[in-house]
């Protein structure tokens, strides 16, 4: 589950580079430029209405409608180039003011607490200051002082280098995809040279990735179909030198290919679910207490990119010689489980494969003006230990279509994500339509398949969540 966001995550996946507008909701987009205190001011407004209803037939409606948030954007920059301050705030609330009940399968977090990235959160609302920083640019460099995003990385769904920024998998992979990633205190830098682009990170509090608590839609219920789980908060590793995060990454461009290296030491971002010990309670089963573990590491990583005619190919990997791991046990004989797992260190590395493809449809419908494009991507990540757990995310093929018609109102989408080791998958079509006058409504179905298997180490991942097929209904008003 800490992965199962890069990214699926932001993270993990990247709409702005496939020209796709994934959000689709309520929003309010204004550039707003004046005078305060001498200093250019720009602002820009977005919000939304978000929906979802589980399909279940034996629920009430009251009962299947799971989620109904409103969510603002907004975005200021005081300032200009070569000196400007530039912040992007979200806000969420669910609106118990016309229910109590409203937001209690979606909670936000279990209690009140402020993070170290000054993300704000109580059980029905949340205030994320995603990125808010101070920008400097001086002839050939860059630097910035602040919260900020770091969408290293050319995959579109799965990132393995995006080391820095925690994820938000309080909704598996359904969130927004810029709204799939927190930003991380931090200072950088960036070299401008003709033969190549330099960045330096340094993160000096760790951030962990927020998962969702006990009892929430998306937290797993039991394990083996037996035992309740029940959850930590993630760990926070002590602010000291020894959890200072460092990341470096240089860019360059020969014959036609984007490349980059890059390299990381620091808390890693995706945490290790270790199961630390059993519960008791009267008149219960017993259940299972999971710690969310954070652990220091050490990575290396690759990405590219080049075009082909009409398709574009990505590829990026990642290796680790010192990544935690969860040493197997057989929990087909629990009387013989040892708490708290144990886990060790182990080589370990991740890559994605995939290609974008432009598909002409012009060719085929002489009057269509939309963009055509499918996506390909394939994941896969593992132990060189063959003694420890595969890790959560691994041997996935994503497949995304996406077009649209008459004059860019009708907008479509298809996203099957297989989980070809474990016959796990999703099956999520989108329709839309934008009225031209401002209002635009989008339409989902979320169908999720998982098939418990015996022998393979572990249940599919989609497996958890084969019960949480729902309806999405966003609507989006702008003012033009």
Not at 225 to 232: K, Q
Not at 268 to 282: F, K
Not at 349 to 364: E, K, V
């Amino acid at each position: 589950m800490a992965q199962a966001d890069e990214d699926f995550t932001e993270e993990v996946w990247d709409a702005e580079d496939t020209g796709f507008d994934d959000d689709w909701e309520l929003a309010f987009d204004q550039d707003v430029a004046g005078e305060t205190n001498g200093l250019p001011f720009t602002w820009r407004l977005e919000t939304g209405l978000r929906n979802h209803i589980q399909t279940d037939r034996d629920l009430h409606f009251r009962e299947a409608n799971k989620k109904n948030e409103v969510s603002l954007r907004l975005e200021t920059t005081w300032g200009a180039t070569p000196s400007y301050f530039f912040a992007a705030t979200d806000a969420y609330f669910f609106p118990t003011f016309l229910h109590e009940e409203i937001g209690d399968d979606h909670p936000y977090s279990p209690e009140s607490k402020t993070y170290r990235n000054l993300r704000i959160t109580t059980r029905d609302s949340e205030l994320v200051f995603r990125e808010m920083y101070v920008n400097q640019d001086l002839n050939r460099y860059r630097i910035r002082i602040g919260n900020q995003l770091f969408p290293w990385g050319t995959a579109d769904f799965m990132n393995s280098t995006a080391y820095l920024n925690p994820s938000d998998l309080r909704e598996l992979i359904f969130r927004p995809q810029d709204e799939n990633r927190f930003g991380v205190p931090a200072a950088s830098a960036m070299l401008f040279l003709d033969a190549f682009t330099a960045e330096l990170v340094f993160v000096p509090f760790h951030v962990p990735s927020a998962l969702p608590s006990t009892g929430h839609f998306w937290a797993v219920k039991r394990l083996d179909d037996e035992y309740p789980v029940i959850f930590d908060e993630p760990e926070e590793l002590p602010a000291n030198s020894r959890n200072f995060g460092y990341g470096g990454r240089a860019t360059a461009t020969r014959s036609g290919i984007d490349f980059s290296f890059s390299a990381y030491h620091g808390p890693d971002r995706e945490q290790l679910l270790v199961p630390v010990s059993t519960v008791v309670e009267e008149n219960q089963p017993i259940s299972v207490f999971i710690a969310p573990k954070s652990y220091r590491v050490d990575f290396i990583g690759a990405d590219l990119a080049f075009t082909r005619g009409d398709f574009v190919f990505q590829a990026e990997g990642v290796f680790s010689p010192n990544k935690r791991g969860l040493v197997r046990q057989d929990t087909r004989r629990p009387q013989e489980l040892t708490f708290p797992y144990e886990t060790r260190r182990s080589r370990y590395y991740a890559y994605s494969l995939g290609f974008n493809y432009f598909i002409p449809m012009q060719r085929l419908l002489a009057n269509h003006a939309g963009e055509s494009l499918l996506t390909v991507e394939w994941y896969q990540a593992g132990y060189d230990d063959e003694a420890l757990y595969r890790p959560v995310v691994t041997d996935f093929l994503t497949l995304r279509y996406q077009d649209s018609f008459f004059d860019d109102r009708f907008k479509v989408s298809l996203t099957q994500l297989l989980e070809t080791r474990y016959s796990g998958s999703v099956w999520w079509p989108r329709v839309g339509y934008d009225f031209k006058n401002g209002f635009e409504i989008e339409l989902g179905y979320v169908e999720i398949h998982g098939r418990k298997q015996e022998g393979v180490g572990r249940d599919p991942l989609f497996y958890y969540f084969k019960n949480n097929d729902f309806i999405m209904v966003n609507l989006r008003y702008a003012f033009l």
